[in-house]
């Protein structure tokens, strides 16, 4: 099997859907060996920031010497950049070697994306293993392990309220889930179910490192970053590496972002310079999309919307309606290209495309092809 083969066979089983539960990846777990037994797991769960906190302590454990791989998700720009070892993507044959080796598992797409992570890692020996969770927590494929070297906990917010819950503490409850016996778990300052965390320490023998509210998204997560190096006895600051669709400019005048919940939009609102931009969005229907647009309504003198490309996406008609009842003018487009051009694309109105990361990585592709 070559990489494009494997590529499009993985990808394809999208179709299957999201399916929390940990039995059929424990099964394919089982029979690779259980891999992910032998890493020192750094594990990662919560609704914002998730990737920003892994990235910056990959980036040190890097820089420190040790053999680091990280796991994020989505894919932004290439599907193997999910899977890395030191700044590098799996390589491709490696990775169709695994899909091959594997692709008769009874088996999600994120699933048996986990599952090869865990084996890559583990044949290729890597001191530490930065695992982001995919949703959730408690029963996230990510968290198919006995005990974790440290778990760590980032902002928690409404998000994915189909399979989560619908109140903040039903939601924290899923990512306290990664909290496991005996261990140990930095959390991110989220008063509003901080004592959901405490209890799940508390119940598990757990030690918590709670960081302090700086009163700023991005400090506070420097601060997550460096609690979790300080408990692994690194001592080389955290410093955020480049990351894709995290106020990523593609042109002078074009910035996308991966905002897709009401936090994530109230970050990126504190990171706009000046108002009068045209939005353009793409958003999953499982969202709290009308919450989120609102954060954004001030800033913007149109919209743009679009239908993302995967199943749970809400359609652009719908949003764009959702959006014009706010008072807001906003119009749907075709597809990925049209969204640009409509609306003023110049230096005295910014663009400014934000939502689903499938959505952002639609537009970042649109633009290098150009």
Known sequence: ????????????????????????????????????????????????????VAAMIANALQKNGFKTGLFTSPWVTEYREQIQINGEFIPKSDFAEYVAAYKDADATEFELLTAIMYKYFADKSVDYAVVECGMGGLEDSTNAFSHPELAVITCVAMDHMNFLGKTLPEIAVQKAGIIKSNSVC???????????????????????????????????????????????????????????????????????DGAHNENGANALEKSLPHK????????????????????????????????????????????????????????????????????RLDETHRTVAFGSLYFIGEIEALFEAK
Do not use: W
């Not at 083969?5 to 089983?13: L, M």
């Not at 991005?218 to 995290?246: G, Q």
């Not at 239908?307 to 009842?325: F, G, K, N, S």
């Open 1 to 52: 099997m070559d990489f494009n083969t494997a590529e499009n066979f993985i990808i394809n089983k999208q179709s299957l859907g999201i399916k929390p539960g940990l039995s059929r990846i424990e099964k394919l777990l089982r029979k690779m060996g259980n891999p992910q037994e032998s890493l020192k797991i750094i594990h990662i769960a919560g609704t914002n920031g998730k990737g920003s």
């Open 276 to 343: 009068n931009i045209t939005a353009v969005v793409g958003m999953m229907a499982d969202k709290d999309y009308e919450t989120m647009i609102g954060e954004l309504l001030p800033l913007a003198i149109d919209f743009t919307t679009c239908t993302v490309e995967c199943e749970r996406a809400l359609q652009a008609d719908a949003l764009a309606d959702c959006i014009r009842r706010k008072g807001i003018a906003a119009a749907s487009a075709d597809d990925f290209a049209s969204c640009f051009q409509r609306g």
């Open 186 to 256: 930095v959390l991110y300052p989220n008063p509003k179910c901080e004592d959901v965390f405490e209890n799940r320490c508390t119940e598990t023998g757990s030690r918590l490192i709670k960081i302090a509210d700086y009163g700023d998204f991005k400090l506070n997560n420097l601060k997550t970053a460096e609690a979790a190096l300080d408990f692994l006895n690194v001592k080389i600051a955290p410093a955020l590496p480049k990351l894709p669709a995290r106020t990523e400019m593609l042109a002078s005048n074009v910035m996308v």
